[in-house]
């Protein structure tokens, strides 16, 4: 078809021959064997001149249209192979945004890939990993430690150090810094955890390495509504120290006096991935990581 389109703009089976870079006779047999399969002359050649017949001129047109989309089946083709189109689903616990990972991140991928058409939805983490397992996420932004379902992964983005929130009444928030012994006989309010997973364990294994087990109080999905709780009295909360973001009238901030806590973002995803955009994507996360190393691995 392409044959055909050289000789129907140029009428002359030279010239259309070099501009293919093929020999003449390659192309009367190929214009030959076309004419076979349509089943009717395409042109009428003599010595001195190439015309289209009727059946030419219906032709051209239909099979220009048929290469233009070919190419764009081509393009759109090779743009997907390199993860430049298709679908992102991502999921992601509330605090991820607070650290501003998320949106850098985020950012940063959508200046080089603006036709990813991308699905975030904010979920607990265990709602996320089963997704991404079902197919149904291609990446998560998760606080670990947490168990892994099989064939799903994760990677460090930022390791960040946690404050503690309590009531802007509490006798304790008058010091700079508050030490975790002295908070023994509080109630700790954490995210909705199981014991072993995130938030839950980094409280109780603070405490226990400050001479103490925690009163476990409230729970809550969001830390938002957690520190909403703090305000209003129910309990104190470690929390990221991203969460000072959360301008929430009745609650302050307080590094601990103790040896620093660290929590983890990471991020979650499938080990053999085949969607390219979500490779793409996983490129850009270890990137940010690269670029801005935290907690105590970064000293």
Not at 8 to 27: K, M, S, T, V
Not at 114 to 131: A, F, T
Request: contains cysteine; hydrophobic residues 40%; glycine residues 8%.
């Amino acid at each position: 078809m392409r044959y055909f389109l050289a000789v129907a703009e140029d009428l002359n089976f030279g010239r259309a021959a070099e501009r293919l870079g093929i020999a003449q006779p390659n192309l009367s047999q190929q214009i030959k064997s076309l004419e076979e399969i349509v089943g009717a002359r395409l042109f009428n050649r003599t010595q001195r001149s190439v015309r289209l017949t009727s059946a030419g001129e219906h032709f051209l047109e239909e099979a220009r249209q048929t290469l233009a989309h070919a190419d764009t089946a081509l393009v759109a083709a090779r743009r997907a192979g390199r993860g430049e189109i298709g679908r992102l689903a991502i999921g992601y616990v509330g605090s991820a945004t607070y650290t501003g990972v998320l949106v850098s991140i985020l950012a940063a991928f959508r200046d080089d890939f603006p036709d990813v058409e991308i699905e975030l939805s904010e979920q607990e983490m265990e709602h996320q990993l089963r997704e991404i397992a079902a197919g149904k996420l291609d990446i998560g932004f998760i606080r670990p430690p947490i168990e892994l379902p099989l064939g799903i992964g994760s990677s460090l983005l930022v390791r960040e150090e946690l404050s503690l929130a309590l009531p802007s009444r509490h006798p304790l928030a008058k010091l700079d810094a508050v030490a975790l012994a002295n908070l023994r006989d509080e109630i700790f309010i954490t995210p909705k955890h199981p014991p072993n997973v995130s938030f839950h364990k980094h409280t109780t294994d603070a405490c226990l390495a400050a001479g103490f087990v925690p009163r476990m109080g409230p729970q809550a999905a969001h830390f938002v509504t957690i520190v909403s709780m703090v305000a209003i009295g129910l309990g104190v909360a470690l929390v990221p120290r991203s969460c000072g973001c959360l301008d929430i009238p009745g609650v302050c901030y307080r590094p601990l006096a103790d040896r620093p806590v660290y929590a983890d973002l990471s991020v979650a995803f499938r080990r053999s991935e085949p969607s390219q955009p979500a490779k793409s994507f996983l490129r850009y996360c270890t990137t940010y990581r690269n670029a801005h190393p935290s907690g105590p691995s970064a000293a």
